[in-house]
T-cell receptor, first 113, second 113 residues
Framework: GAVVSQHPSRVICKSGTSVKIECRSL??????MFWYRQFPKKSLMLMAT?????????EQGVEKDKFLINHASLTLSTLTVTSAHPEDSSFYIC?????????FGPGTRLTVL | GENVEQHPSTLSVQEGDSAVIKCTYS??????FPWYKQELGKRPQLIID?????GEKKDQRIAVTLNKTAKHFSLHITETQPEDSAVYFC????????????FGTGTSLTVIP
């Protein structure tokens, strides 16, 4: 299957700082990427749908000014958690859409102190 | 929108026994149903999928059945092995509409040696 990378895999930051997470599709062009948040032993919660060249579509309850998404190219989408707080600590996973399958990145563990 | 429910949330079986996980969906337009396996701290991996034009699909020890009328689909794992222990997620989507997936809440499967 296709390869999707995420960087960084782990990040620890202080409360109030911003953190950027990158999601790359390495061997195919993804017009659509998805960002999920996952709490321990819980399901994948869709945060937003990221379309190349246009504004992201956010799910209800997800603050677009808090979670900034940029999809500037067909192989890269970024999620920036602005002014992070401890409650933002979570596992963030991106996925890139193929013909009908989604290929997931390895995830980013964010810890906000 | 689509609502996917998954049961059970946890499942323990003896090695060699079968495991069955069930999902229901609400949107009759959904026509693609993948199943993902996620090991602790890792990305979800597609293990099998089914489209609405078939009722059953099998791949070695794994099979999926779909009942479109009742809007439910199930994952069957036979001759379970300890390495099958993981969290399994079902999902529903409508193909060719941006591939947004609606995930179930997950089933934590433990195979006891």
């Amino acid at each position: 299957g296709a390869v999707v990378s995420q960087h960084p895999s782990r990040v620890i930051c202080k409360s109030g700082t911003s953190v950027k997470i990158e999601c790359r599709s390495l061997d195919f062009q993804a017009t659509t990427m998805f960002w999920y948040r996952q709490f321990p032993k819980k399901s994948l919660m869709l945060m937003a749908t990221s379309n190349e060249g246009s504004k992201a579509t956010y799910e209800q309850g997800v603050e677009k000014d808090k979670f900034l998404i940029n999809h500037a190219s067909l192989t890269l989408s970024t999620l920036t958690v602005t002014s992070a707080h401890p409650e933002d600590s979570s596992f963030y996973i991106c996925s890139a859409s193929g013909r009908d399958e989604q290929f997931f990145g390895p995830g980013t563990r964010l810890t906000v102190l | 929108g689509e609502n996917v429910e998954q049961h059970p949330s946890t499942l323990s079986v003896q090695e060699g026994d079968s495991a069955v996980i069930k999902c229901t969906y609400s949107d009759s337009a959904s026509n693609y149903f993948p199943w993902y396996k996620q090991e602790l701290g890792k990305r979800p991996q597609l293990i099998i999928d089914i489209r609405s034009n078939v009722g059953e699909k099998k791949d070695q020890r794994i099979a999926v059945t779909l009942n479109k009328t009742a809007k439910h689909f199930s994952l069957h794992i036979t001759e379970t092995q300890p390495e099958d222990s993981a969290v399994y997620f079902c999902a529903a989507s409508i193909e060719n509409t941006g591939n947004q997936f609606y995930f179930g809440t997950g089933t934590s499967l433990t195979v006891i040696p």
